[in-house]
């Protein structure tokens, strides 16, 4: 069975630093990985997908993700941080065989400070 | 733009009176779920329609059902709510059907408020 784990509920970062959200996968093949992220009162937006076409991953809004197997890591970054990335980012695995579902980790609250 | 609808965004209900969320899509995907969540948690699987297939989690109260009369609809009937029962509720679709990464597209949850 897959699993997730996100380290720390909690980060806090200043404007334009770099932000680094930790992502460690478990799963007895190569899984598909996903981070979406969650605004106060609204859904779940993707971010960027993990589908074993590239180790490192582009997504939307300038966040990257680097899918390491040696260290069953999907990291997500960002370069600079903006005020308006502060939300909860998810990350997610499902298996790459038939219907699987999405198992989500706990979460990570970005606080974006000026 | 293609998408995932619920209505409504917020629903207020006395403790007990049944309550129906709805959630609709235009993407046209063949798998509809259903998620409760609470503050500060991540989502939690209630059950999910494959095709028309209706696939209960083993942890989903039975005051939990749901119904989906076509590919676009999908409904969450909660039959007596709890205060418990308070949380934002998440429709999601995906396209489930040959190969692919079948990446979960969400709507905007209803907020759910028991008084």
């Known amino acids: 069975a897959q699993s997730v784990t996100q380290l720390g509920s909690h980060v806090s970062v200043s404007e334009g630093a770099l932000v680094l959200l930790r992502c460690n996968y478990s799963s007895s093949v190569p899984p598909y990985l996903f981070w979406y992220v969650q605004y106060p009162n609204q859904g779940l937006q993707l971010l960027l997908k993990?589908?074993?076409?590239?180790?490192l991953v582009k997504g939307i809004n300038g966040f990257e993700a680097e899918f390491k197997k040696s260290e069953t890591s999907f990291h997500l970054t960002k370069p600079s941080a903006h005020m308006s990335d502060a939300a909860e980012y998810f990350c997610?695995?499902?298996?790459?065989?038939?219907?699987?579902?999405?198992?989500f980790g706990t979460g990570t609250r970005l606080l974006v400070s000026p | 733009d293609a998408m995932v609808i619920q209505n409504p965004r917020y629903q207020v209900t006395q403790f007990g009176k049944p309550v129906t969320l709805s959630c609709s899509q235009t993407l046209n995907h063949n798998v509809m779920y259903w998620y409760q969540q609470k503050s500060s948690q991540a989502p939690k699987l209630l059950f999910h329609?494959?095709?028309?297939?209706?696939?209960n989690e083993a942890d989903t109260p039975d005051n939990f059902q749901s119904r989906r009369p076509n590919t676009s609809f999908c409904f969450l009937d909660i039959r007596s709510p709890g205060l418990g029962d308070a949380a934002m509720y998440l429709c999601a679709t995906s396209r489930d059907k040959g190969t692919g990464s079948y990446e979960q597209y969400f709507g905007p949850g209803t907020r759910l408020t028991v008084t």
């Open positions: 329609y494959y095709d028309k297939d209706f696939n």
């Open positions: 997610a695995v499902r298996g790459n065989t038939g219907f699987q579902k999405l198992v």
């Open positions: 993990y589908t074993s076409a590239a180790t």
